[in-house]
Every structure is written in C-alpha cells, then in structure tokens.
C-alpha cells in the first residue's frame, strides 16, 4: 500500500464511554466483518476483559477506508498498563479522543490525552453518546476543545451505539491525522507495541513498521534484548489473521517469531533484521519493572503445584508479571508475585481463580523498596519480611496522581490525600462545575483502600489517574507481627512511621479476636524491631472436657474428637499456636477493601 | 459367644420428660411395662446364656418408675453380679421400694439429685425436691446400701457460684461414696436450648469456674477424681462404668440400648413398639484396630489411672504428644500414658493433640 494512504490511530477512552462499540461500528461500516460474523465486541478478546469493561492486551486490525488502509491500534484502558498504552500510542500518527458526552471528561482520559500529544499524535476529538438524553455535546465540546486548545466545533458528535456520526470519524481520521512518513529505503525499524502467546505458533509480535520493510522467513533480531529469530509469517489483521508476504513501511501487523517465551520479546523494543540491520533502536523503550508486590498462597497447601503451572501459563501472555516462589511459615508455599499495579494484581488474581479454579490467600500488597543499609549496601525489596532491621535510609516510590472531581467534593479528596501523606500539585477547573486535582503521593498509600475510600469520599464521582514518578526517602518501618512469641513472616509490613502504631494495634486485636484460646496463653505482639508497640493475651482455655461418656455416648464422642483433630490439621501453625485460616483471611483483609 | 462381664439393661419408662433429656425414654406407657419386661428377658436370653458377670446397670428413663413387681421380676432374673446398680429418681424411692431392691440382690444406687435448688429444679423440669433427695438417700441407707452415688448438674440456667457450692456441701454432707458432677449438655434445636439459649450461654462462660469448683471442693472434700466427670471414695468407684472407661466389651439390652462386642458396636432400634415386638433393628457400627485404639485414648485418658499403651502407640501422633509434654499436659511413660493435673482439665483437648 502506498505510505500515503495509510492512516494508524488508537481510540483513547474512559471505561464506558464507548471506546469498544466505536471500534465495532467501524469494522462494521468498513465491512471488514459481517453483522453476522461480528461478536459483540471485537476486539475484546478475554472473558474478564468483557466483564470487566476492559481491555488489557492491544491489538491490532486493518479496515480499508474510501482507498486507505485505516490501522486501529487498541491500548490497554488502565493505569496500570500506562507504559504499553504509551507503546501503542508511538505506533499511531493520530488518536480519537473519545468522550462521553453524559459524563465529561474522566482523570484516565485525561491521562491518555496527555500522553498522545506527547507522543507528537495528531488528535482527533469524538464526544459519544449523542443520543442519550442526558448527554450535553456542547458542554462536552468545549471542555475537550479547551483541553486540547482546539475550536469546539471540531469536535465531531456521534452516536456509536446507533451509527450516528462514525462516517464522519472515519472521514476525519482520513482527512485530519498524518499519514507515516518513515524512509522505505532504510534497514528495517519496526516498533513492538504488543505480543502475545499461542501455544502452537509461540510469540506473536504486534509491530507497526517505522522504516524499510520486512519479508517472509527473513532473519530478525531485536535491538534491545539482542533476541532473534526467523519471521515464520508476516500478516495483518482484518480482522481475521491474515498472512502477507511482506510489511511495509507505516504498516502494522503482526510476526510468527516461533519463540516460546514472551518475556524474550518486550513491547517497546525494536524489530530490525539480521542482513541488514539498522544503526539505532527507536526510542522510549522501558524494560518495565513491577511496583506492586504480593504474596499468592494456595488455600489448600495441596494445590501448590496447580499454582505454579497457572502462573506459567499466565506468564506466557503477560510479561509483566513476574514471580517467585516463596515460603511462609504461616501460609506455606506459594509465589511472591510482582505487578504492574493494583489493577494488574487484580486481574492475575482473578483469572488464576476463575481461569485455574484456584482458592487463594493473598498478603496485603506492598511496593518496592529501596534500601540503604548500615553498611552502604543498596537493595531493591519486595516483600516485608526481608526489609533489614538496620538501615540507614530507605526510599518508597511515589507517584504523580491525577483526580477528575466536582468541585464540592475538592474538600474530601484533599482531606483523604493529607491523610495518605500526598503533596498538593495543583488544582484547575476543566469547566465551571469540574476540577482538575494533582498530587504526589506515595504509591504505598493507594495500593491498600484508596480507590475505595476516594469512591466512598466523593459519591462516586471521582475518576482517578497515576504514573509512578521515581522514589523518594521516607520514614519507614518494617511492623512484625509475632504470635506466641514467633514472627509470622505472612504478616509483617512496611508502613510510614506515624501510622505505624495504629496499623499494629489493628492486627493485634484483630487477631486476638480470631485466634482461639488454647491450652496455653498466647501472647500477640506488634513490634518494630525489639520494641513492643502494641500487645494482646488469647487467654488458656482452662478446661476442655466432654461431660460424660459412657456406653452409648463413645461412637458419638469418639466422632467429636475426630473432629476435634480434623479441625486441628486444618489449622496453620505457627510455632506451637494453631491459628484458623480464617485469622490469616480477616488480617489480611485489614485495609485490603474492595477494589474498584 | 465371648465371655460377657458388663451388662446393661435399659428401662425407658418415666412420669415425665424432662427438658435436657436426651436419652430414650416413654412417658405415658405405663401399661407396657410388664410386656417390656418381657421383651428385656427375651432379649437377655437371646444374647446371653447366664453366666455370671461382672457388673449389671439398670439405666433409663427412670428404672424405678418401673411398676415395682416388674421390676423385681426383672431383677430376678438376672445373672449374678458383683456389682448391680440401678439408677433412681429421688422422689421413686420409698421405704418399700429399698427395701425391695436390696432384697432382690440390687447393691449400689444412682440416685439423680442434680441440684439442691428449688428453683433449678424446676428448670430441669425435675419432679423431686430437695427434701426428697434427702430422704431418699435415708431411706436408701436404711435398707442397707452402702455404695450409693449422688449426680449433680451444673451450668443451669439460673445457677449461681454460690448455688453450686451450696450443691456440693449437700451432697457432701450426705456422704455418698461416689458423685458424678455433670455440665449440662444443651444440644442445640431442643426445646430446652430455645427456651434457654441467651441464659445457657452465660452459663457456658462460667464453666470453666465451675469445674474447677466442683474438682477442688470434692477432692478437698476427700473424694478421688478418678475420671472426668465421676469422684468416689476409695475402693468405690463404678466399677460398671470402669468398664466402658476401659475399653471392655459390654452387652446392652433393651430400646435404644448399645452393645459393644468383638470389634461390633450395635444400637438397638429406639421405638419402643418395635422393641416389644422383638425387631431390634440393630445399627451395626464396624470397629477397626485404628478406631478403637482412638477409642482406648479417648476414654482411658479421661481416668487418673496410667494408660497402658500397649498396642496403642500407632494410635498417637507423635508431634501432638511431644507438645503435650512440652505444655506440661501429659506425661509419657513409655509404657503408660498419663495425663497431669492441668491436662485432665483439658482431656478433650489434650486427646484430640495426642490421637493420631
């Protein structure tokens, strides 16, 4: 295809302002799928995906458009995902701004928005949901026009769901975005903006050509892992997998690496070939480190080995998570499992027990630390129970958080963000009834119940947005939770030294309540270090007898003591102690809330 | 037919049901009592070919609510036993009735006084009152027993510390040679518990204080606590009960009554009507090695007797018993296992530590 003609966009969208039914109204208007053909949503490929409202993998589809080739790119909808979402964007010489005209525009919106005019996108202003009766265009026009410096008037009005108005986007995207403007002639530049697993292909790169072109069975490497491979099959998607002998320049689409790992093929990297290679790899690419830190114990000890092949197989679709195996006294066997985010988190933790079948225990999540000892050495720490006792200082991650809120809820999401130790950034009106807050706050802070406590403080009205913005020192220590005497590693944690005191008095009387007397007094302890700071006593039981027992009785009561020591076996031991499994659920759950 | 030692024979027939009952019992039959007794001897016939045993157990129900000649006829025919308890409500006994059970070879009594409060006697739903537990026992002495045992409840709705110990001082003062000194048990969905359930959970809370009462006041008392629930004057502990307490086979006949024989525990069918008609409809419970060793530990353990461990080590968990030890519950002697002091106040759970 001519460069000229090609046109590569993404749709950035808030959840449910109609990011997928756009693109469904497209593949339809363009043919590129019969009604008949079409599933509900096209591109949303994963169960939980759909349920969730949200896409996590990006893909690619071509549509043909009045003699252009249209390249929709789909990021992933959440902050958690921000780096492929800014991957997927460099793909991309424009993007559609979405926005519902209901509700305005939202802090991931915002977020996104930002991120594409960095990217140098050309951006193309779409309010939706025209035809809802609550929906105000206008309002919703200026508001974007004011954001992106545009005429609100060139912000298109449509209705995705009926049809309304997606000749015009797609005209738009023909007429107002650039077309690629890469050098055909140049060893081959293509960006990686996505990958995925296929258990009889391998590796699947999603790439958008920058320069050159590339060619069936053609030796490849990447330029920043140094992996390399043949390309089994070069195709596009339209939208079926549609196999071509050649990508060209400004064309996406994808290549058969036959690698079997995706972890040796990372979004951002550049694709070139092994004849002729180019002199230097596109920019921005990250190799993206986990933030958000959890320990995954099976329920029951037995199903350890099913974990363990579930997170392989996750693994293979998902090369931000990372885990390894970790042992706890208290809980067992299991994994420490590192994330992008809480949204991340949540979505392996779901699809390993809705995917797998598999009950869970999950540690409060905690972030990484970075740690100075008294001897100068420096440590990178995931899990609380190896933060050093000794440290000279120790540095948090931070990020820059960004919260969309009606202005008579500015007071509550202030108070909350004093209460999680944030610093005040700015705070801009979007229009006369919505404003714009930013803060810097500790990424420990949000990674516990703040979605909660920001949806429960403002009505539900706040959209919420972040991007982890580098580290910084902080007065932090490590709160160990000893039982009878003995740490359980399970729960210690990681927490600012002003609430240090509270959060220990929490788990200590939570677990007072939740661990049953037993033949011995149980001392429960919060320490920092050697010093107590908050204790508790689960008192000896002084008497455990059944009343009687004689002739008629011994069938019956011999079965309340093989009860008796079933219910024993289930309990977890720590040191001489048995606490229930469900002690260790409701401490844990301390503060892990609901997500949102 | 293996050589029996332990006999009991239940009797069902009571004037009235009392609310925490859970035993089989018949109020309201009376005129069957004879043809009960008839199905008891045939029974008795059936399992048993007259030798001597060891002990007999007249258990109920309320056996001497028996019409007295049946029950006489009954006890007639029983083989001879050392021991022949029979179980007795307070206001059954009179002169005649002591007379005629100790005539008829009858040599201990179980007399069911529970409480020496009014009105906790009436929450128990029990017809007798203090008075005639008192007198009952007099006139039980005066007929000769000399072996007679007093049961106490405790943790009744309405009970008081200073109840129970004004309880335990009666009892004492009476001087039995052995009393049996009971939580109440209140299975849940009775009518009992419904009617009780806020008072009974008090009540839950201060066992604890009450058994620790009931075993310092009796063993300051002079009494032996020679099993959980049960305390005797030396020499004079049930040596029927010893029975289960061991692990020895027992044949039980009559409604509801359960046998356990050779590695078989089997219930008779608890419908009377049933009964009468010779259907015992048996409920056959298999024993294996593992079961019944647990079963040795579990009661052998509720006794202040060394355990003999005899066959018995693959029934403990290794693990649980160094804990015990370690807690300072148990005591492993090798050859026996014993519980300590502290560790008989928490038998069920020092058990369940210790069985495999």
Redesign the interface.
């Known amino acids: 295809m001519d460069q000229a003609r090609i046109r590569n966009f993404s749709i950035i969208a808030h959840i449910d302002h109609g990011k997928s039914t756009l693109a469904d109204r497209i593949l339809e208007l363009t043919e590129a799928v019969s009604a008949r053909e079409m599933r509900e949503q096209v591109l949303d490929t994963m169960e939980l995906e759909r349920e969730r409202g949200i896409t996590i993998k990006a893909q690619a589809v071509r549509v043909p458009w009045k003699g252009h080739e249209l390249n929709l790119i789909d990021t992933p909808g959440h902050v958690d995902f921000t780096y492929e979402v800014s991957r997927s964007l460099q793909a991309c010489e424009g993007a559609l701004l979405v926005v519902d005209a209901a509700q305005g525009i939202e802090a991931q919106t915002l977020a996104n928005a930002y991120l594409a005019i960095e990217n140098g996108l050309e951006i193309v202003p779409v309010a939706n949901k025209i035809d809802l009766p609550a929906a105000d265009p206008d309002a919703t026009a200026v508001e974007v026009a004011d954001l992106l410096g545009d005429d609100p008037a060139r912000v298109l009005r449509i209705s995705a769901k009926t049809g309304d108005g997606v000749a015009d986007v797609l005209d738009a995207i023909v007429e107002r975005m650039p077309a690629p403007d890469g050098d055909p002639e140049a060893p081959a530049r293509a960006l990686v903006f996505d990958s995925s697993y296929d258990q009889y292909r391998g590796v699947l790169a999603f790439v958008r050509v920058v320069d050159g072109s590339f060619a069936t069975r053609e030796g490849l490497r990447t330029m920043a892992t140094d992996t390399r491979f043949d390309a089994e099959e070069l195709g596009v998607f339209s939208p079926a997998m549609t196999p071509v002998e050649q990508l060209s320049v400004g064309e996406v689409g994808y290549v058969v690496t036959g690698l079997k790992d995706v972890s040796s093929l990372r979004v951002g990297d550049t694709l070139t070939s092994v004849r002729r290679p180019a002199e230097k790899a596109l920019p921005g690419y990250k190799d993206v480190k986990p933030m958000v830190f959890a320990g995954l114990f099976p329920t029951d000890s037995d199903d350890y080995p099913e974990l363990r092949d579930a997170l392989e197989r996750l693994k293979l679709n998902d090369a931000a998570l990372v885990y390894e195996p970790e042992t706890s006294q208290a809980l067992g066997f299991g994994f420490r499992c590192g994330f992008l985010g809480l949204l991340h988190m949540e979505i392996v933790r779901e699809r390993l027990e809705r995917e797998f079948d598999l009950d869970l225990l999950v540690t409060a999540p905690n972030v990484a630390y970075r740690v100075k000892e008294k001897d100068g050495d420096l440590v990178e720490v995931h899990n609380p129970s190896e933060f050093p006792r000794e440290i000279e200082e120790v540095e948090e991650p931070y990020v820059a958080a960004s919260i969309i809120v009606p202005k008579e809820h500015v007071g509550a999401v202030m108070e909350l963000n004093n209460d999680r130790r944030g610093t005040f950034g700015k705070l801009e009106y979007l229009s006369p009834e919505r404003v714009h807050l930013t803060y810097e706050l500790p990424l420990a802070e949000i990674v516990l119940d703040y979605y909660d406590q920001l949806k429960s403080r403002t009505r539900g009205y706040a959209s919420f947005d972040y991007d982890v913005a580098g580290f910084k020192p902080g007065e932090l220590v490590r709160v160990d939770v000893l039982v009878g005497g003995e740490p359980v590693d399970a729960l210690s944690l990681i927490v600012h030294r002003q609430f240090a005191y509270d959060r220990g008095r929490l788990l200590v009387d939570r677990l007072r309540e939740e661990i049953p007397r037993q033949m011995f007094d149980i001392p429960i302890q919060a320490a920092i270090g050697s010093r107590v700071i908050a204790r508790e006593t689960v008192k000896a039981k002084r008497k455990d007898v059944l009343a009687k027992c004689y002739g008629g009785d011994i069938t019956r009561k011999r079965k309340l003591l093989e009860k008796q020591k079933a219910g024993k076996k289930r309990m977890k031991q720590v040191g001489s102690v048995e606490v229930p499994q469900e002690a260790f659920l409701a401490v844990l759950n301390i503060g892990q809330g609901q997500k949102s | 037919m293996s050589t029996i030692r332990h006999l009991?024979l239940h009797l069902p027939f009571c004037a009235h049901r009392c609310g925490y009952c859970d035993?089989v019992t018949a109020t309201g039959r009376d005129h069957l009592h004879g043809a009960y007794v008839d199905a008891l001897l045939r029974e008795l016939e059936e399992e048993h070919d007259g030798s001597p045993v060891d002990t007999i157990f007249l258990g109920g129900g309320t056996p001497t609510f028996t019409a007295l000649p049946e029950l006489l006829r009954l006890l007639r025919a029983l083989p001879t036993a050392r021991e022949l308890t029979v179980e007795a409500n307070p206001e059954t006994v009179t002169p005649e009735l002591a007379r005629e059970l100790r005539a008829a070879g009858v040599n201990r009594v179980s007399l069911g006084a529970q409480t020496f409060q009014p009105h906790l006697l009436r929450v128990l739903e029990r017809r007798a009152t203090p008075a005639d537990v008192e007198s009952a026992f007099g006139r039980l002495r005066e007929a000769g027993f000399d072996n007679l045992s007093l049961d106490l409840i405790y943790g009744i709705p309405g009970q008081t510390p200073d109840q129970l110990a004004a309880d335990l001082e009666r009892a004492i003062a009476l001087g039995p040679e052995h009393i049996?000194a009971?939580?109440?048990?209140a299975k849940p969905g009775t009518r009992f518990t419904i009617a009780h359930g806020a008072e009974l959970e008090r009540q839950a809370e201060q066992?604890?204080d009450y058994?620790?009462r009931v075993v310092a006041t009796l063993t300051g008392a002079g009494y032996r606590w020679y099993e959980?629930?049960n305390f005797c004057r030396e020499g004079k502990r049930a040596e029927h009960?010893l029975g289960?307490?061991l692990g020895r086979d027992?044949l039980?006949l009559g409604v509801?009554?359960?046998?356990?024989l050779e590695g078989e525990?089997r219930?008779n069918t608890p419908r009377l009507a049933k009964y009468l008609q010779g259907r015992y409809d048996r409920e056959i419970?298999l024993l294996d090695d593992g079961?019944r060793a647990?079963?040795r530990l579990?009661?052998g353990l509720?006794l202040d007797e060394p355990l003999p461990l005899r066959g018995l080590r693959r029934a403990l968990d290794a693990e649980g018993l160094a804990?015990?030890e370690?807690?300072g519950?148990a005591v492993d002697g090798g050859e026996t296992l014993a519980l300590t002091e502290r560790g008989?106040?928490?038998?069920?759970?020092?058990?369940?530590?210790i069985?495999a």
């Open positions: 009991y035993f049996s009971y939580e109440l048990e066992m604890e058994f620790e959980t629930a009960n289960y307490w027992y039980g509801g009554a359960v046998s356990t525990r219930r419970e079961t647990r079963e579990m009661l509720r804990r015990a370690r807690l519950l008989r106040f928490l038998g069920g759970a020092v058990t369940a530590e069985v």
